[in-house]
Structures are given as C-alpha cells and as structure tokens.
C-alpha cells in the first residue's frame, strides 16, 4: 500500500500518531499524479510546488499543536469552476483560459482553514454543461477503469482523480448529476447535499437554482468529513439555510435498522441496462438484510424531470453566462470594429458547441411570447416532481436507485447524439429538481465497469442517507477495489 | 384642441452606507474604479446580498407617497448587454414591485390635483461610461467606471395624469421635497441621485384615448424637464397638424440645440427575458415591520406647510418658500426658539438669506450663519440696537465669517445711535448748514425733509435711529 492509496480516515490516523508526515503524504500523491495523469488527465493544474510549500508548514506546526482539524494536511483537489484566489479558474472553458480570480470561493475559505493541501484543478465539461467531461475545451479524461471510456461529467476530472489516487478527495458540482453521474462510473463516492446546504459563493453559477457544491471520496465516511468542513450558512450566499450542520461522522454508526426504504419503479423503465439492474436490486437484498424495509413506491412525474429541467437549466445558464462579454475579463475577440461585433466574436470564439447550444435553448425559452409556454410550464413541472418526492418522504425515510441508466460508455460514442448524452442525467436530475440530497455509492460491476447505487433523501437529512451508505459499503467489498489504469 | 398627458419615470439613488447587494461604499466622487468588489463587478461566482435599509427606504417612500405596500414581492432578472452592466443583467422587480397604487398632490392655479404614482420598485444602478466621441459608437474607445454600479435606486412610476409641462416640474419638485424629508436621497439632479425621463402625448381634448406618446431621456434639471416637455408638445402638434402619425419610440433631449432626437425605436427595443432572480429570496414586509417604518415617517411638506399657516399664522406663500427644502424649514423653527416672530423672521429668511445662498449656490446646511445668529441679530433690531439698514450689512459680514452679530457691530461700531441729546446736536448741526432745504420744507416741499434726514444718516454713517432722527429734526424745525 502506497500513502496515496488510503483514505482520510486512514491518513488521519497516521498523521495524529506521527507515523507519517503531511509532506510525506503530499510528495507520494504528487509522484502518483506525475504517474498515471498523463493516461487519466484528470488535473488542468497541479499546484505541486504550493503544495509541498503548504505541506511543510503544517509539519512545523503539527509538532507543536495536539488538536488537529478533520482535514489538516489532507491534499485534495478542486473541480475548476470554484475560485481560487491567484489561481486560474477556467470553467474548463476557453473564455476563462487565464482568468486568475482575486477571491476565494466560500468552500476554500473553509478548507484553507482547515489547512487541507491544494493539489490543483480538475477538468471538467466546459461550464459543468454535459454528462462526460468530453465537453471540456482543452482535453478528456479518461475513465480510470478503462481509459477508452468516459469518467462521465460534468465533474469528470474530480472522480477520475479519486479513483486513480491522484487525491484524497475533491470537490465537484452537481446541477442535474454532475457529482453522482461521474462517482458511479468511476467506482467512487458522490454526495449531492441539500439545495442551501453548501454555500455557492465562488462556484461559477451553471444554473442558480439546482448548482450545489459536494465531496467525492473513496469512502461513505471520508464524504461525511468532508460535508461537514463545507457545509453550513454564508452571508454572501442568500440561498443557503440557516440550518445546524449536524455531526454527520458520528452519525454514520447508528445502523440502519428499521429503515423504511423506498424503491420508485419509474426508475427500473426499459432503457436500463440489464446488469445494472441486477446489480442494484441486489444492493437493495442487502440493505434489506441489515434491517431495511424495503418496499416499491411510485414517483409518477420522473418521466417530466427530465424535460423540464432542460428548460429550467439552460434558461438560468443563459442569464448566468451572458456576463462572459470580454469587456472586464476573459477572453476577447483580438479583431472588432464596434461593440456587438465584439459581443459577438468574443462569445462565438469563446464558448463550446453545447454551451451556445444551451444558452440558446434557454434564450428561446425566456424570451417574449414564449416564456408561460416553456419556462414557467417547466416550473410547474417541477413543483408536481417536488410534491412526488415529499409524499413518497412521508411514508420512507430514504429512496434507492441506480445513479446511471449505464455503466461508462465509450470516449466519442454519444458526443455527436446531444439528446441521448441528456439521458445519462435521468435519474439524477429530479433530486436537484427538488432540492433533496442524493448520494452515489458503488454496488458491483458490469462488464468490468462500476456501478453505483444512488440513495435519495428528505431535506436536509444528509444523516440518514450518510448512514445507509455507510451501512452498505461496510457491508461490503466494493470500496477495496482499484482500477489500474492500464491502457 | 389639443390635450397634452405626461407621465413621469423618476429614478432615486438612495443614500445607504453601502450598495443594494454588496458592501461597497455609494459616496459620490470618489476616483474610478475605487468603490468596487467581486460581487458589483459581476465576476465569476459571485451572488447577490440585499440591503436591508433599501427595503426600508423604498417602503419608506412608499408610505409617503400613500402607496399599498406589497406584504410578499421579490426580484426579477431584466436581461441585456451593455458595457455598463457587468452581469449582463440588471436586477430589478417586475411584476412584483414593493409599492403600488399611489398619489402625489400637486396644486394647479385653483385646485389640488392628485397624480396617481403606480408603483415604486427597487433595482441596482448601472455604472457609467465616459465615451471618448459623443456616443459609443462614435468612440474608438470608451472607458467605464464601476463605482456607481450596485448603487441602490427606487424607480417612481407616475400614471400619465399630467397635463402640462408646469404640472410636470410641480410634480417632480414635489416629490423632490418629500423624498428629502424622508430623508432617503439628496436628491440632487446635477450628481444624477435624482434621474427624470417623461412619456409624453397628445390626444383631441375630450378624446378617451391616449395618443402614442414618445419617451424623453437625458433629463438633467428642471428647467430642461419644461424645455424638453414643451418643445415635445410642439413636435407632435406639428405632425399630426401635417397628418403624419408619431413614432412611438425614445428620444434624447438635446440640450445645445434645444430639440429631442431619436435614440431608438420600439422595433429595436430590447427583449429583457425578465424571470426570477434565483439567487434572491422573496421580500416579506410584515405588517410590524410596516408599523415601525410608518413611526420613523417625518412630518411631511404638506403637514408642514398647514402648521405654519396654522400655528404661525403665515401667509401661504411664505409657508410654501420655507417648507420647499426641508433644510430651511428646519433652520426657521430653530430660528423662533429665540426670536419669537415669525413673519419677522420668515421675511429675513426669504430676502436676505435666500438672496446669498442662491447667490454662492449654497445649501442651507452649508451656510455659516446658524438660525441662533440670526435671531439674535433680529432680536438687535427689535431692541433698537442697530437699524434694519445696517442690519443688512451686519447679515451679509455674518455670511460671509460666521461671526456674531454683537462681535460685529462692536467691531465695526455699528450701534445705532439713539442718543437723544447726541442726535439733536447733529441735527441742529444740518439745520444750520442747510437754510435752503428748511426754506423749502416751510415751502412745503415734503422732498427737503427727506434730503435733510439723507444728511443726518450721512453724518451718523446711517447709524442714526431713523424714527427719532425724524421726530427730533421735525420738532427742531419747528422750534426754528
């Protein structure tokens, strides 16, 4: 075992018992990056020579304090639509190639006080617009388990990197299942928290009101550290709750007896790939095995999710992108004799096919004689998606799916097919629909690819799900396994 | 044959601390670029904060202007691109703004007309450019200042119950005066904290219909607000006189040339996709918040103005010079704690005190002279101490140093001379001195009084009481 192969958890122990060093912990995940990211490229920058700077500070003053925070000295890595202060935020975007953000995100306020170790940027679809990381404008990533498919998206870069050891944890963003999709096909762990429970404050806004920040881990107790680090209310984020965080690590240990799980069948339709369904519907024997009630439900509007949130998305990016202009910052068009030529070259050259692509759709469906057909229709929708999952939380305390109708498909397969990329996102989407926490946790193979189990749960109530997950994997076997990135 | 209807689009810049959604300072005057943050540059993921004390202002305004205020509304993005907007959006309300259903009273030649005020919203200020030619597309370059970007406005919407340019500048110098009592804005249109554009259009008097009216912008005084309205009302006269029809469109009041020209029209108008602002939670103004806003509500201009007939028995016009700024109306009332008649001191106030400020373009605030000073020079005259004449010179030293008006006429030994025994010396003197001007009077030529009271002043460098100057020379004479 190589340092850079353990978890938080185990890390921890070995720092607090000065078996080990913060910079030895540091230099072995760096070497590991040097190794195999030129076969996965997860990363965009690595911040190596920080690091070990940061990493050697944290020895110094590790000697001479007891106390530690959860994640002192624990390196990670973020997904590049979170500011950092003096670093480059690209959104993996050409129009923010060398856009150095002057301020830090709230997230890495709250990690750099915990003196967790910066490792670098990770790719992603450009904008967090896509299910692939194919999207991105300057590279793919490659799945770790198979380089010839996708890690999924859009927080590629951030799965792949845990998967391949290439950090502790990462963050990653999730808008319609841009943390779990990618954690299930990497063989990670991915939580989505609460809408308002993670401060959006420094995240490159996709869409307002769906984005949620969250950890991918290689374990179900690493992502409640974590959750608990960056989690909480932000004055400069209006929509996040004024909520206590709760203590999610100890939570995880309360078992799961008496559980009352639900399964909605809208989630088992025709499309999903038979193995992954044999695959999850044993992870549900499972769960039932260790006490869980489990039990068929119905959420009737899933169908509609779908559909409705590709209007709801991409009018909010329309909006959220529109300040990409080239007049304050960015990239913009070298040639232009007046001001929309500018406007125009500037965004033309600057943004990727499927992001004119949404920022289209959302105009479309925003603009004057067609927003009560699309836009606010697409908001009704929502609330009936809402109303299912609250009436379903009346009778169950958490609901279990596949996170993918799939297990990773090939690099190239589905970029030319938009609709049918949009469908990797269909069992994801309705927990950002309705504001609920979903977890993605991994529950076997399919011809050699993981697959992940997706567990949704009531508002704020990360706990619950936490614990069910954690319930499961240790149960298990799965989180043993690692991909050995070969080509 | 034609009947004009104006209505008012007036934007306020509110006097908080710090903008509507960061915490930048809105002083005015600072150098570019200085007043700025992450958040009212629109950089990448960055979100919006409200300001409290902007709800409170705007409802404020609202409660003043007799507006329903909205228990539930919430902010809308209006969408558009612009080099002055830096998130390509602006936020704003649209189609729940927090105050509605308002009036302004404006007195026309006889009555009080009400003006309806349909709704008072809040938004954020755009920045300001500086374009090197006269337009941006005029410009090789044009620079932009984000200062004023984030700077929180109220947007005061009258219905179009106007019918002239004169009720139009009534209208707005109203709502100018109320809105500095409440004290939420200094108003002032040459620092662009008061911003005015008019829709304007005529129709058949007696027709129900409105006719197409155009909108007037680059409004920056009160007197272009009457100019632009009236040369409007000329404009469209004439067309429709020639049997053309008016464009509905906007226009740009250009003041060098005295005429509006076309900015755009309504087929190039933006489409602004309004919708939600996601990053934003509603508004809940409860009826207890409401309560503790309508306290805090100042004594109004109107209220003011009826105590002052009332209680001081001042004629109306002199209510109506005092009460316009509410700076002055407050510098009376201090003024009577200690000189206890107020027509007195309204008249002083109204030739003597108006006459300098308006000269050094000064703001009562910024005046020198305290209402203190001013009565106890008042109290001066009353007492005999000096003449009303040297009074004035004694006001216009007090202006000009702050000074005591004892420390003045001490200095200066401008006491009035009411020596009896000293005067009538003087008197005699002048008498003697001039046997051609007392032949006159005996003549009855009334004028060699007036000539020999101009000589006594002169000799008593106008010191002289004037009212026993005239008694004493009158029973001289007589004697003689």
Known sequence: MELYNYTITEIQDKLKSNEISVTDVTKSVLKRIEKSDSKVKAYIEVTGEKALQAAKEIDDEIHSEKKLSPLAGIPMAIKDNMCIDGIKTTCGSKILENFVSPYNATVIEKLNAQKAILLGKLNMDEFAMGSSTENSAFFKTCNPWDLKKVPGGSSGGSAASVASDEAFFALGSDTGGSIRQPASFCGVVGLKPTYGRVSRYGLVAYASSLDQIGPITKSVEDAAIVLETIAGQDPFDSTSANIPVDNYRKNLKEGIKGLKVGIPKEYFPDELNPQVKDVVMKAAADLESMGALVEECSLPHTEHALTAYYIIAPAEASSNLARFDGVRYGYRTPVADDLLTMYRKTRQEGFGTEVKRRIIMGTYVLSSGYYDAYYLRALKVRTLVKNDLNKAFQKYDCLLTPTSPTVAFNLGEKINDPLSMYLADLFTIPANMAGIPAISVPCGFSNGLPVGLQLMGKPFDESTILKAAYAYEQNNSWYKSKPSIED | ?480
């Not at chain 2, 950089?43 to 409200?50: A, D, N, S, T």
């Open chain 2, 1 to 480: 044959m034609y009947e004009t209807v104006i209505g008012l689009e007036v934007h306020v810049e509110l006097k908080t601390k710090s903008k509507i959604f960061c915490g930048c300072s809105t002083e005015f005057g600072a150098k570019a670029n200085t007043q700025v943050c992450p958040v009212c540059l629109g950089m990448p993921g960055v979100l919006p904060v409200l300001n409290k004390k902007v709800v409170e202002y705007a409802v404020l305004a609202g409660v003043s202007l007799n507006c329903k205020i909205a228990g539930y509304s919430k902010l809308d993005r209006k969408n558009y691109f612009y080099p002055d907007l830096p998130k390509a959006y602006q936020i704003s309300q649209y189609d729940l703004p927090l105050c509605q259903d308002g009036y302004l009273e404006i007195e026309t030649e006889n009555t009080v007309k009400r003006i309806g005020i349909t709704r008072i919203h809040i938004e954020e200020d755009a920045s300001k450019l500086t374009h090197e030619g006269d337009t941006i597309s005029q410009s090789e370059t044009t620079l932009v200042d984000f200062n004023r970007g984030g700077v929180p406005l109220i947007e005061i919407v009258s219905e179009p119950d106007l019918r002239s340019p004169e009720e139009a500048v009534e209208y707005l110098a109203n709502l100018k005066a109320i809105l500095q009592y409440i004290d939420i804005s200094d108003c002032k249109m040459e620092e662009g904290s008061l911003r005015c554009d008019g829709n304007i259009s005529i129709r058949l008097r007696g027709s129900e219909d409105y006719g197409t009216r155009s909108e007037i912008k680059n409004i920056n005084s009160f007197k272009t607000l009457q100019k632009a309205l009236e040369y409007e009302i000329e404009r469209q006269k004439n067309l429709l006189n020639a049997g053309e029809r008016i464009i509905q469109e906007t226009r740009t009041w250009d003041d060098g040339r005295g005429i509006t020209l076309p900015l755009r029209s309504k087929e190039e108008a933006h489409d602004y996709r309004y919708f939600p602002e996601p990053d934003l939670v509603s508004i809940k103004v409860d009826n207890k918040w409401l309560d503790r806003i309508k306290l805090s509500l100042p004594e109004l201009p109107e209220a003011k103005r009826a105590r002052f007939i009332e209680t001081f028995g001042l004629p109306v016009y002199d209510a109506e010079v005092l009460t316009k700024d509410k700076g002055l109306a407050q510098y009376f009332e201090e003024g009577l704690k200690t000189y206890n008649n107020p027509k007195k001191l309204s008249n002083w106030i109204m030739a003597d005190f108006l006459r300098l400020l308006n000269v050094e373009q000064m703001p009562v605030s910024k005046s020198l002279v305290k209402p203190e000073q001013m009565a106890e020079l008042l109290n001066m005259i009353e007492k005999g101490i000096i003449s009303g004449k040297i009074a004035k010179d004694v006001f216009e030293n007090m202006f000009k140093t702050g000074k005591d008006p004892y420390e003045i006429v001490k200095e200066q030994g401008l006491g009035q001379i009411s020596d009896e025994n000293k005067l009538k010396e003087i008197i005699d003197k002048v008498i003697v001195n001039n046997p051609k001007s007392v032949e006159d009077y005996f003549a009855g030529k009334e004028k060699a009084l007036g000539y020999m009271v101009g000589q006594i002043m002169k000799e008593t460098k106008g010191q002289a009481n004037p009212q026993l100057v005239n008694t004493i020379l009158k029973s001289s004479l007589k004697i003689n």
